[in-house]
């Protein structure tokens, strides 16, 4: 094997896994995709939350609560 190959192939290996290698658009696409999503579901499940406080009156929610 060539020695120069190696040497760029272990520098390569180095880079990602440093997180230093080169990105492509696809790199920050998968991450958008992936934040938003996860923004996605939080704001799904606290609407899902509220949604079901507004349905109970505050007499409901003081007997069904605990008392400090």
């Given at each position: 094997?060539?020695?120069g190959l190696v040497a760029?192939?272990?520098?390569?290996?180095?880079?990602l896994y440093m997180g230093a290698a080169p990105?492509?658009?696809?790199?920050?696409g998968i991450t958008l995709f992936a934040a938003v999503f996860i923004f996605a579901?939080?704001?799904?499940?606290?609407?899902?939350?509220?949604?079901?406080?507004n349905?109970?009156?505050?007499?409901?929610?003081?007997t069904f609560g605990q008392y400090g």
């Open positions: 094997m060539n020695d760029a192939v272990v520098i390569l290996v180095m880079l990105k492509t658009w696809l790199h920050y579901i939080v704001v799904f499940f606290c609407n899902r939350v509220l949604w079901r406080f349905h109970i009156s505050a007499a409901e929610a003081f």
